[in-house]
């Protein structure tokens, strides 16, 4: 018998189906758990407000960790429980560095996205599909120059992300950054961007706060995820399961592979390790 408390879950890839809708399935599974008392949590890279409606409008969530960990977000009460911010010098810098590359970049500051107007047109070319593409144009907003204006607010960013055509150069830039930038975590997590947060901003760090914020011991938790941002969240929870469709490196920190994102994976392994036992 599993006694877990709280399930994180990733959205895209893992939650949401390669369509970016919530299944039956995986719905009457959360639906399930959240009725036997336990704390349902998405964890994404998206901030709240870049959530889909149908997660935001789900009756049994009460907190999300967003922005790959650098804001823990009540969402009953509209406040956040915990924050780990890029500061803004160090994200200036990240910018100036991303200006020498042929990538579009934006960053994440107040709980929605901005982006330099004229990266922001050239979307098309680096969205990596349909619903990327549909995500930077709607949330997003464009301004004359990221840089400048970030520099007349004066106050930090949640998180920064640059997209790539160019998969080898993605690549290597996944490996470069973080000796270049070692006081940010840098990862991924869709098949052509790279993500820059603070060093305390993971979803495993986020999700061991949020347990310790709710008394629930970090062994009686269950976390979801595909990509490699959501690795550091499978290690920390008591149960980490990668989906059939996650990176090999997502699968090899996990405790179990379940099925994909598009065959009802998320509420498979919920019945297997919670609602059958």
Known sequence: MHNVRLIALDLDGTLLGSDKQLSAENRSALERAAGSGIEIVPATGRFYRGMPQVIRELPFVNYVISINGAQVFDVANQKTVCS????LELALSVMERLDELP???DCFQGGWGWMTKELYDQAELFAANVHSLEMIRNLRTPVPDLKECL???SSDVQKIQAFFRDMELRDK???EFPKEFPDLIVTSAIVNNVEFNSRGAEKGTALKNLAVYLGIPI????SFGDDLNDIS?????GIGVAMGNADD???KAADYVTDSCDNNGVAKAIKRFILEN
């Open 84 to 87: 780990c911010d890029i500061p």
């Open 103 to 105: 990538v579009i970049y």
């Open 151 to 153: 520099k007349e607010r």
């Open 173 to 175: 830039m996944l490996k």
């Open 219 to 222: 062994g009686q938790t269950m």
């Open 233 to 237: 969240m499978l290690k920390t929870s």
């Open 249 to 251: 490196e997502v699968k």
